[in-house]
């Protein structure tokens, strides 16, 4: 599944920026499971099947979903660094579309974290990647 804007693609699309901030805080292993045991006890009360399936949701949704998310991240963010680095402190820098749509199409990494990148790193992206994106997924 590949993250998008509704359903199940929307929650997973969550679930990257989460793992991608955890990635930005030095986190390099899958940890996303093991956020499930504080969420059951926090939103329990109110979400009872999070208790009753704890074990399930951490184990058979989370750690696969997580691991394949960390992966996707980790290697995405390695591809994205390496085109980043030579546009940092550049005024005015642009990175080119070629990236961000290889990253998307061949290992699934989104778009919007592409963007969030590239914010943080004072880089735009290109604008004409943005309209060619817009007509693939058409």
Known sequence: MIPGNEGRGYVLR????????????????????????????????????LRRQDGRITHRCCCRRSNASSETIANGMEILEAALAPLRGKPGAVLDGAPPRSMHDTFGFPLDLTADVCRENEVAVDAASDAAMASQRE
């Open 14 to 49: 969550r679930i990257c920026r989460a793992i991608r901030h955890g990635y930005k805080l030095g986190a390099r292993k899958p940890f996303f499971h093991k956020l499930v045991a504080a969420l059951a006890g926090e939103m329990g009360e109110a979400y009872p099947e």
